[in-house]
T-cell receptor, first 114, second 112 residues
Framework: ETGVTQSPTHLIKTRGQQVTLRCSSQ?????VSWYQQALGQGPQFIFQ???????GRGNFPPRFSGLQFPNYSSELNVNALELDDSALYLC?????????????FGNGTRLTVT | QKEVEQNSGPLSVPEGAIASLNCTYS??????FFWYRQYSGKSPELIMF????GDKEDGRFTAQLNKASQYVSLLIRDSQPSDSATYLC????????????FGTGTKLQVIP
């Protein structure tokens, strides 16, 4: 069984640029969530996709956007990068639509904005 | 009031002792509760989940849930230095919108 994979592992961008992060969900999982984790903080919910549609969003501005593809892989796009966007970005997948399903995380993408 | 609250620690326990990690949550409708372990620089790893009031045991780990008190805890028996990590409590509501909310985590240090 293949777990959740994220790419790239590290990324350095300049303020104002745009970035795309990618995630392949675990086999059989149709729900993907994205989280932002700043240093010393817990993961903060960005949004969630279920069967290619966004079905939940946290308190993040519209410059954070995403997609889910028919194979359930997903992208997170961030426009007009700000210094505060520097964080570990985590993708997590879960199977089915049950609220009981735990999240399974990928290894994350470390984004540094200079 | 934060949705999920944890003491940030660090919580220091000697090797072989029981570590007790606590978490409170604000949404009375919460249905699912998860504990994740996160080593420095790594992603969270699921340890346990619990849905019903009471205790759930898995090896050296025991999760305890009290919905009336809106309280969930994790006990680690026979703590090992390799257990040193940040432990994240996560909570999910019922219904179709299944956002999982995390606390800030408790840093555990097991002293050899």
């Amino acid at each position: 069984e293949t777990g959740v994979t994220q790419s790239p592992t590290h990324l350095i961008k300049t303020r104002g640029q745009q970035v795309t992060l990618r995630c392949s969900s675990q086999s059989g999982h149709n729900t993907v969530s994205w989280y932002q984790q700043a240093l010393g903080q817990g993961p903060q919910f960005i949004f969630q996709y279920y069967r290619e549609e966004e079905n939940g969003r946290g308190n993040f501005p519209p410059r954070f956007s995403g997609l889910q593809f028919p194979n359930y892989s997903s992208e997170l796009n961030v426009n007009a990068l700000e210094l505060d966007d520097s964080a570990l970005y985590l993708c997590a997948s879960r199977g089915g639509s049950s609220y009981n399903s735990p999240l399974h995380f990928g290894n994350g993408t470390r984004l540094t904005v200079t | 009031q934060k949705e999920v609250e944890q003491n940030s620690g660090p919580l220091s326990v000697p090797e072989g002792a029981i570590a007790s990690l606590n978490c409170t949550y604000s949404d009375q409708g919460s249905q699912s509760f998860f504990w994740y372990r996160q080593y420095s620089g790594k992603s969270p790893e699921l340890i346990m989940f619990i849905y019903s009031n009471g205790d759930k045991e898995d090896g050296r780990f025991t999760a305890q849930l009290n919905k009336a008190s809106q309280y969930v805890s994790l006990l680690i028996r026979d703590s090992q230095p390799s257990d040193s990590a940040t432990y994240l409590c996560a909570v999910s509501p019922g219904g179709g919108y299944q956002k999982v909310t995390f606390g800030t985590g408790t840093k555990l240090q097991v002293i050899p």
